[in-house]
């Protein structure tokens, strides 16, 4: 929890999801697994990969492996990091 200046005191539901974008960061830091990212947020791993397909996912990357109909995602770790925290830690100074 010392890595998140206390500006405004958040819950620590909050913290603690920070914490989890953190050791999830840490243990993927190049690209982050879809089906972690799901649980990460939540979600159904094959409504995820259809946000990707679809375009309404604006940290994932799909692409058509084969001619055959196979596909293939990924989730660049920096770009879902800044999407999650909205860039906080570039804009005010937030992080440590």
Known sequence: ???????????I????GI???NALEKEHP???PLPKVAAFLGANAEGLRNSIEKGQCPFGIGWK???YGN????????TFYL??????????N???
């Not at 929890?1 to 819950?11: C, E, Q």
């Not at 596909?71 to 920096?78: G, L, R, S």
């Open 30 to 32: 190049v690209y982050i």
């Open 83 to 92: 999407w999650y925290t909205q860039a906080a830690c570039f804009r005010q």
């Open 94 to 96: 937030y992080c440590d």
């Open 1 to 11: 929890m010392s890595s998140i200046k206390n500006l405004l005191n958040p819950p």
């Open 71 to 78: 596909k293939a995602f990924k989730i660049p770790t920096v």
């Open 19 to 21: 914490e989890k974008l």
């Open 13 to 16: 539901e909050i913290v603690q």
């Open 65 to 67: 492996k084969s001619n």
